[in-house]
């Protein structure tokens, strides 16, 4: 009975794993490190394992704040048909035409990146060590939702297709499974990027854009597929879970013709470009005299409070993207 209870815990919590993924997320920022310019690199190679373990915290902090939840995504499908021109892209022209209620109602990443942006822009303008580390983490974690096609989607766990459980797949088990045996992750470096407002909402039109063909080859593959071997049940740590298997999730990940892989890809290119933008629009400020600094007993009660509320077993508070 144990281990039964045990299965069917860790399968809901799996299904209702709106993300990229906690190893996703955490490859994204790990990698972007090595693209940026030995003057960032400095500092952002010595806490390399800060920012690959504190991607995830925007998503732990989902369980603990109801606001947190429109900040990963955006139902853009909302606002018309592609490239949904009715959608103002500043942030003062949307909320004099939707008001702000309604904005967050159906997300607002693309806008919160701006946000970030500029808190970790201001960051390294102060030298201020914890802020430059935790903004660039959380920003990283935004960037990469904005490049996940279902994240810019109404139907963004196929609950309205019959394709629960798409989300999940598509983020966490294809990157989980082929992405240290297939995927290539030598990118070339970080850019400025003169425009990122401009830059982010192109990723988030890109997303919209591929969310069909997510849901259609799904849909494809599952009349091909018998149950009994679409899905599977794997060991983790002794408990056994049911998840798409590996013959659907390789078929799965051909049939995109690479997108989830070209999408990581991007997502790292994007992160470390937007932090080399925030140093660079900060004066690029010498951040040799930082990189022994270590995060302050506040910080780390910080730390330890939300990792206390994820564990607490709690549900996600709000609208799941």
Not at 23 to 34: D, E, G, S
Not at 105 to 124: C, D, E
Not at 267 to 274: G, L, N, V
Not at 300 to 316: I, R, T, V, Y
Request: proline share 4%.
């Amino acid at each position: 009975m144990k281990r039964t209870l045990l299965f069917i815990a860790c399968f809901l919590y799996a299904a209702n794993c709106f993300c990229w993924g906690f190893y996703a997320h955490q490859k994204i920022n790990y990698y972007a490190v090595f693209l940026l310019p030995p003057e960032m690199m400095v500092l952002y190679k010595l806490n390399i394992a800060f920012l690959s373990e504190h991607a995830v915290d925007p998503d732990k902090r989902r369980y603990a704040l109801a606001d947190e939840g429109p900040l990963h995504y955006i139902d853009i499908d909302h606002y018309g048909q592609y490239p949904y021109a009715e959608l103002p892209h500043q942030w003062k022209d949307a909320v004099a035409k939707f008001g702000e209620d309604s904005l967050k109602r159906y997300g607002i990443v693309p806008w919160h990146i701006q946000t970030m942006l500029s808190r970790l822009t201001a960051a390294f303008k102060e030298k201020n060590f914890s802020g430059i580390m935790k903004n660039s983490a959380e920003l990283g974690h935004y960037i990469a939702d904005s490049h996940v096609p279902l994240h810019a989607n109404s139907n963004h766990n196929g609950q309205f297709t019959n394709q629960q459980g798409i989300h999940g797949f598509w983020e966490s088990r294809v990157p989980e499974l082929l992405a240290e045996k297939e995927f290539d992750f030598f990118i070339g470096k970080a850019r400025y990027i003169n425009n990122p407002g401009d830059y982010t909402w192109a990723r988030v039109l890109e997303s919209a854009r591929a969310s069909d063909a997510v849901l259609t080859v799904e849909r494809e593959l599952t009349k091909v597929f018998p149950p009994d071997q679409k899905y599977s049940f794997e060991d983790r740590n002794g408990i056994l879970i049911r998840q798409y298997s590996s013959a659907f999730t390789i078929a799965f990940n051909k049939k995109l013709d690479g997108m989830i892989e070209t999408r990581m890809r991007l997502s790292i290119a994007s992160t470390a470009s937007f932090w080399y933008t925030a140093w660079v629009n900060a004066g690029q400020p010498d951040l040799r005299g930082l990189s022994g600094q270590k995060f302050s007993e506040n910080d780390a009660k910080e730390f330890d409070a939300l990792n206390e509320k994820w564990k607490s077993g709690g549900s996600m508070i709000g609208k799941q993207e």
